[in-house]
């Protein structure tokens, strides 16, 4: 609000889209901004947390915000976090979800499926970033039904990520009809190339999956 003529953006790929959007403006490349911050949990709570949970595999949905609602196949995705968690021998599982997916009545159908619920809170509450960091250091392995800045964290993180991408469709509540498509040629090749690198489950992470999250989130300390 103070400077309006300046935009912080995560990687060199993104500084650039922008600087054709926003020719008038400054745009300046910072890395994932989770790096900025510490978790919400010292060490030895996390610690203490972990040997509760055991091996944790952590759930990112796509989510909706104030203005449109995302609807997806929920029953198909759990079906594929139930194979994930039974083949890799995961004792819980931790679905990260937006307080307004919460209002939704959408984590319902995740504690049916025995998950536990847990949310970083409003995107604008200034220890939103330290509660996210704290839940991915929860975890051992990530897993998403889409693309998202929770991507780019949790590599910076250092915990593996699962995509498995089932996009999708949103409701718009504000009838702002060609939201979807702003920037939609960047986007896709973003998912194109997320799929190509997080497209099967693995845990571990690879040059590939380092090299790519570094062209769009931009560079970390490792």
């Known amino acids: ?32 901004y989770i790096q900025y911050v510490d978790s919400m949990y010292s060490p030895k709570e ?15 949905h796509s989510h909706s915000t104030p203005h449109i609602r995302a609807q997806f196949e929920v029953n198909e995705f759990i079906q594929e976090i139930d194979r994930i968690k039974n083949t890799k021998n995961f004792q ?3 679905v990260c979800m937006y307080w307004k997916d919460i209002l939704n009545g959408l984590d319902e159908k995740f504690l049916k499926a025995g998950y536990k619920i847990c ?8 220890n939103f970033l330290r509660r996210l ?22 590599i910076a993180v250092g915990r593996p990520y ?16 060609d939201f979807l498509e702003f920037n939609n040629d960047f986007f896709k090749q973003l998912l194109n190339r997320g799929v190509e690198c997080f497209g099967c489950y693995k845990e571990y992470i690879s040059d590939d999956d380092i090299k ?11």
């Open 46 to 60: 996390l610690k203490t947390i972990k040997a509760r949970l055991g091996k944790t595999l952590l759930v990112f």
């Open 162 to 177: 699962y995509l498995y991408l089932k996009l999708p469709d949103y409701v718009d509540f504000d009838n702002n009809g």
């Open 119 to 126: 949310t970083a809170g409003h995107m604008f509450d200034k």
């Open 212 to 222: 790519f999250v570094e062209e769009y989130w931009g560079k970390w300390k490792k």
């Open 133 to 154: 960091k704290s839940i991915i250091l929860l975890a051992d392995v990530a897993i998403g039904n889409d693309i998202g800045t929770h991507l780019g964290y949790c």
């Open 92 to 94: 819980s599982v931790l």
């Open 1 to 32: 609000d103070t400077k309006p003529d300046i935009i912080y953006a995560f990687g060199i790929r993104r500084k650039l889209f922008l600087e054709q959007m926003f020719k008038e403006k400054h745009i300046y490349s910072l890395g994932p």
